[in-house]
């Protein structure tokens, strides 16, 4: 069973909308992470943040801004997005930076479509 | 060279039978390996983690680590239709927080 819930399931937005994606994990985990995946392709990684602090950010489009409200929220702001930002947008956590075990558990994803 | 390596498969198994996914990787000093299932359009589900070289058994699936030759593997033992699923290889880098994900191995069990 997952603890790592999203919102929305499914998002369709223009071009000129802002939209956000929310994340929220009941695992007590210190890290949180997103990802874009697009079909047939395995997860690549946009923002992990470590205790509430951005602690990557994978030269992702500044279209793309997250935020980290507190260490069981995390959301991403979207902006001017383009068709081929559409993707499933994953979000996962982990227990916390420099853990040899750091087994990440997703989120169930949302679909997102730009039009 | 890809940090982590799959055969993309498809790779197709009779029902009952073992499946056999395997997994290279690059950098020697990677401490933390993981198998993830992904049914079509649903999220990763971690079902396997390992961390030290040998077998780990957990019901149907098996791990296997070598670390000398940098090679994971995962074995599926009386292979079920709803295995079938693409299985996502990850490796995580040493120190930090980033894990690579393989391209994945999509796996057919025909009943």
């Known amino acids: 069973d997952t603890e790592v819930t999203q919102t929305p399931k499914h998002l369709v937005m223009g071009m000129t909308n802002k939209k956000s994606l929310k994340c929220e994990q009941h695992m007590g985990h210190r890290a949180m992470y997103w990802y874009k995946q697009k079909a047939k392709k395995p997860p690549e990684l946009m923002f992990v943040?470590?205790?509430?602090?951005?602690?990557i950010n994978e030269s992702v489009p500044s279209r793309f801004s997250p935020e980290c409200p507190n260490s069981s929220l995390l959301n991403l702001h979207l902006h001017a997005l383009q068709p081929e930002d559409s993707a499933l947008y994953l979000c996962a956590s982990s227990q916390g930076q420099g853990e040899v075990r750091n087994e990440q558990f997703f989120g169930p994803g949302t679909r997102l479509t730009v039009l | 060279q890809k940090e982590v390596e799959q055969n993309s498969g498809p790779l197709s198994v009779p029902e009952g039978a073992i499946a056999s996914l395997n997994c290279t990787y690059s950098?020697?000093?990677?401490?933390?390996f993981f198998w993830y299932r992904q049914y079509s359009g649903k999220s990763p589900e971690l079902i396997m983690s390992?961390?030290?070289?040998g077998d780990k058994e957990d019901g149907r699936f098996t791990a296997q680590l070598n670390k000398a030759s940098q090679y994971v593997s995962l074995l599926i033992r009386d292979s079920q239709p709803s295995d079938s699923a693409t299985y996502l290889c990850?490796?995580?880098?040493?120190?930090?927080?980033?894990?690579?994900f393989g391209a994945g191995t999509r796996l057919f069990v025909k009943a």
């Open positions: 950098d020697r000093g990677s401490q933390s």
């Open positions: 990850a490796v995580k880098r040493p120190g930090g927080f980033k894990t690579i």
């Open positions: 943040y470590s205790y509430e602090k951005l602690s």
């Open positions: 390992i961390y030290s070289n």
